[in-house]
């Protein structure tokens, strides 16, 4: 076996490992040297790694970043990408959200948004000049206008902690307004691509992914929840069987894991929806891991959601969280969450549309209201999970009432990004995303359950609360009773990070 020598895979990892080493090497990257050739073009090829919770993707991912590295492949962040010289490799590693890339980078792992990918920056020529620099593949620059050697030192200091050309830019002084002056759709082709969270990529996508990157492998769930009119089919399904590496084993560090056991135990067909509650309730006798709540926290909902099934359910629990918090009905309070219901401009503002995705406002991003901006329409905003969260845009923001078609608009610009409240909600839409304490409402699983519903084969209960059970990191809170408990605390900004954490690529455990 070719894996590195410090990290014990299962058999099943093990497997996965030699194919996707044959294979790359195959495209002229070899692990097992340490070193690459130049690309060949014409050559493609895509595989899947394939496995429910616990069965150790991440970990063979940030495996294999590991030993691309040391081969030489350079890592594509997406806010910058040096000049192209044809012996050069890289390596991208995507995810369809914000909040999917946060978790990766979280576990050391160095990952953007398909959208950063998808689209590029354009720098000022004269900044350009610093950021091949930084990157290593320019000399230091003689003169920059309004940066002194002092400032140039600073942005090399935190490029060698954190390989982030704005970042290290900001460290110089700089904004991204000063050195970057537009996204443009990317024209040339990328080298190998890992895209983690693939079971929520849509046909679209999939294709996209293609056309840039010869080399393609999907690291996915078959137990989530497929993309909203794919028949319950995700992209990885189409593949060959030979194209697809399974993951069976879950390792040690989760066997003792409350919250696993229960998202795996719904595999079982005979399990009914009183059974698998029984069985929640014993978890909840022996682990503190897992809660048997008799009402949903509301503090909790500023900034992890909970989790339900029916749009009717989510309008209900965001009415009762904002009237438990005494916010006014035509304006919002800092600290309220948001989510992204995507970019509402006519195709001439192309360029604004590009500006703002490559920010993090995508459909599906989770925001954190922190205030009216300077100008009418605008709102400031903290994009969880973002690289430089905080961003001020035009906003339309929804906020639903039941039984009314029409939403309340606190705040609107004539066009811009969209957003509907957060505190709440679907499970599709949680998706790719994860929070140290999840609250999943059971009443609408239950009523999943009561509905007979199917989905690819499998009861779309159990599919709902297999993808809502895995969003926690520590702790599961199961709402057995449709009551919210009084806010405890005022809601406010002060918890959020001014900056995504600092990114060191480490060696996991399994997980």
Partial sequence: MNAPALITFSDDQAEAWDRLSQQLSGMGVDMEDGNHTPAVEGKSTVLAVIGKAGSGKTMLLASLTKSLRDAGVEIVSGDYESKKKKERRTLAILAPTNKAASVLRLRGVPATTIHRILYTPVYDPQYEVLAEWLAGTGKRPVDVEGMTDAALDRAKAFYDSVPSIPGALAAAGLRGSDFIRGWKRREEPLDVGFVDESSMLDERQFDDLREIFPTLVLFGDPAQLAPVGQSGQMVFDRLGEPRKLILNRIHRQTEDNPILDLAHALADPDLSFHDFERMVERAAARDDRVVMAQRVDCDLMARSPVLV?????????????????????????????????????????????????????????????LGPGTRDGFARLHVVGAEDPQISAASIIKIEKPDEEEPFIPAAARMGAAFLHGAAVTIHKAQGSQWERVQVFAPDMYAAAQAGRMEAGVPLWKRLAYVAITRAERQLLWVVRNRLGRPQVPLGVDDLPKAAPRLTLKQEEPQ
């Fill in 309 to 369: 099934w029916r749009n009717a359910t989510r309008i209900r629990l965001i009415q009762a969280f904002r009237a438990a918090n005494g916010a006014p009905e035509d304006a919002l309070l800092p600290g309220e969450p948001l989510i992204c219901d995507g970019i509402e401009l006519p195709l001439k503002h192309r360029k604004k549309r590009i500006d703002l995705e490559a920010r993090g406002l995508i459909k599906g991003a989770q925001v954190i209201y």
